[in-house]
């Protein structure tokens, strides 16, 4: 199981990314698949997750109506749109397999991370 994320930069607050996820050596439409977040000098955060078939989605509080997290099962890839963004949500972000109970977990695999930057 590969998963690589790319996608992140340097943007302005209010400014847009979208992060993609591709997965290698499996089917992605067989996991649920979400992206997690750490800033420095805080604990990671799980921000959204999308399942595999229905593609149900979850997402963190904190980025509910800003963020959106969609699949394209023809490419093996999952999206985070990322709207007006805040200086807040600059982190190293990841991809991983996750799960939701009430919070967003991960399950196990892990891609590397892409760095967005939320600065004026």
């Known amino acids: 199981v590969q998963l690589q994320a790319s996608g992140g930069g340097l943007v302005q607050p209010g400014g847009s990314l979208r992060l993609s996820c591709a997965a290698s050596?499996?089917?992605?439409?067989?996991?649920?698949i979400g992206w997690f977040r750490q800033a420095p000098g805080k604990e990671r955060e799980g921000v959204a997750c999308?399942?595999?078939?229905?593609?149900?989605?979850n997402y963190a509080d904190s980025v509910k109506g800003r963020f959106t997290i969609s699949r394209d099962n023809a490419k093996n890839t999952v999206y985070l749109q990322m709207n007006n963004l805040e200086l807040e949500d600059t982190a190293v972000y990841y991809c991983a397999t996750c799960g939701y109970s009430s919070t967003l977990y991960p399950t196990g695999y892990w891609g590397q991370g892409t760095q967005v930057t939320v600065s004026s």
């Open positions: 999308i399942s595999g078939s229905p593609a149900n989605t």
């Open positions: 050596r499996f089917a992605l439409d067989y996991y649920a």
